[in-house]
Nanobody, 125 residues
Framework: QVQLVESGGGLVQAGDSLRLSCTASGRTFSTYFMGWFRQSPGKDREFVAAVRWLYGYTYYADSVKGRVSISTVIAKNTVYLQMNSLKPEDTAVYYC??????????????????WGQGTQVTVSS
């Protein structure tokens, strides 16, 4: 089992920055991807960013590319999501996810095995 604990959400103004953190504990030795997804009311959960664990390859949704950066501290089993130039449309609950082994493309929710509880990000205009 793996537990994911997120932090860092909050209420900010458009143009501000925010950094989300997610720390994994438990049986993390087979981690393949760690990713961030988000979900707004009435919408499906959508891919934001992912990182290939240990190798550092990063992947981003087109909607956030250039404004968002995903990074890791392997020794702490922690992944960060740095979000800059935030827009009201970035408002959502952000979820951290972990794939313990390769099950398919990084952007698909079904390919992740564990999820955090979510952290709310609200961007006011």
């Amino acid at each position: 089992q793996v537990q994911l604990v997120e932090s860092g959400g909050g209420l900010v103004q458009a143009g501000d920055s925010l950094r989300l953190s997610c720390t994994a504990s438990g049986r993390t030795f087979s981690t393949y991807f760690m990713g961030w997804f988000r979900q707004s009311p009435g919408k499906d959960r959508e891919f934001v960013a992912a990182v290939r664990w240990l190798y550092g390859y990063t992947y981003y949704a087109d909607s956030v590319k250039g404004r968002v950066s995903i990074s890791t501290v392997i020794a702490k089993n922690t992944v960060y999501l740095q979000m800059n130039s935030l827009k009201p449309e970035d408002t959502a609950v952000y979820y951290c996810a972990l794939a313990s082994g390769y099950r398919g493309p990084y952007r698909a929710t079904q390919n992740y095995d564990y999820w955090g509880q979510g952290t709310q990000v609200t961007v006011s205009s």
